[in-house]
């Protein structure tokens, strides 16, 4: 069986204004890689994010996710899709109220008919398995907790205990530390980067620390004006080749 995740062939994308935000992406992402996309602000990075689930839809090319072409799919192909996609989100997209442990249950929504998931219905089984994906990410005393009352790094483990909750076989992170500091930073990469290894979990995550991606990913593919100029491992990627990415040297 092939061991590929994720590949697009010739993916573009113009937005309806004119903006060429993609061009040409060609990319074949395999079970089990921690790939990080740097490049500057405005090179992409989100847009192809947010192509992979149809949440921007790609204007040229193809995606293949697990052998479904994504941009073809519609109704509930396109939502079977979108479950195997987890997201962790820049501001956490918590339900504040709730309590933690709640707000990993809603990962199981896409598994449960609409009256029970919108009634809160949630299995035992479900919320045994919520609990025990907090424990994973070192918030088992937290679980009854409200969502607002953990602190930053706190909750975007949340999130990631949400999006590990939905089952996903891709996760993508859209810049999950740019409102954490340093050491909250590195925490919650570490959580990140173990759940992703223990479940042998494919992810692609947008960050904007170099240093960062250098550290927690084995793949790091730079854009730049919506094309990839750099595709290998944190090794690979020299200070020229970053100064090229960010300032054009
Ligand atoms: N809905 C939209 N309509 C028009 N242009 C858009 C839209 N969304 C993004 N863009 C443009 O597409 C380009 C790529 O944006 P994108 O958000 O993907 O960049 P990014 O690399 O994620 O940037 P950042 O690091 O600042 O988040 C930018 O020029 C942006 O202004």
Do not use: W
């Not at 149809?54 to 293949?64: H, S, Y």
């Amino acid at each position: 069986m092939s061991d590929i995740v994720l590949q697009t062939n010739s993916l573009g994308m113009t937005f309806p204004d004119g903006t060429r935000a993609l061009n040409n992406i060609n990319l074949t992402i395999r079970k089990g890689e921690l790939v990080s996309i740097i490049g500057p602000s405005g090179a992409g990075k989100s847009t192809f994010m947010r192509s992979i689930n149809l949440l921007n839809k790609p204007t040229e090319g193809t995606i293949m996710f697990e052998g479904e072409e994504v941009c073809k799919a519609k109704g509930k192909k396109l939502r079977l899709i979108r479950r195997q996609i987890g997201m962790v989100f820049q501001h956490f997209n918590l339900i504040k109220r709730s309590p933690t442990y709640q707000n990993v249950l809603h990962g199981r929504l896409g598994y449960m008919s609409s009256f029970k998931g919108g009634l809160g219905r949630f299995s035992e089984e479900d919320t045994r398995q919520a609990l025990n994906i907090l424990r994973r990410v070192g918030l088992e005393e937290q679980a009854f907790k409200r969502a607002d009352e953990l602190s930053g790094g706190q909750q975007q483990r949340v999130g990631i205990a949400r999006a590990i909750a939905q089952s996903p076989s891709l996760l993508l992170a859209d810049e999950p530390i740019a409102s954490l500091d340093p050491s909250s930073s590195e925490n919650v990469m570490n959580y990140l980067k173990t759940v992703c290894e223990e479940d042998g979990l494919t992810s692609i995550v947008n960050l904007h620390q170099v240093d960062f991606a250098k550290k927690f990913a084995n793949r790091i593919i730079g854009i730049k004006a919506g094309e990839v100029i750099f595709d290998g491992s944190p090794k690979e990627l020299t200070d020229g080749i970053i100064n090229y990415l960010y300032y054009n040297k």
